[in-house]
């Protein structure tokens, strides 16, 4: 267990989705796998009740 606060773990998550939304724009081309992985992190983040829920 992290012993993460429910604010910490929002916090993280929220993090988690700027970088992949970032992975995802910034290598479509140059990256493909890169971006692909972006896009699979962004659909886990949003797809957490725990984040959505709190928004």
């Given at each position: ?17 700027q ?17 692909q992985?972006?896009?699979?992190t ?11 829920a709190?928004?």
């Open positions: 267990m992290l012993d993460a606060s429910e604010e910490e773990w929002l916090r993280g998550a929220a993090w988690a989705l970088q992949a939304m970032g992975l995802v724009w910034y290598y479509e081309v140059s990256n493909p796998a890169m971006a992985l972006g896009r699979s962004v659909r886990r983040v949003l797809s957490d009740r725990d984040v959505t709190s928004a």
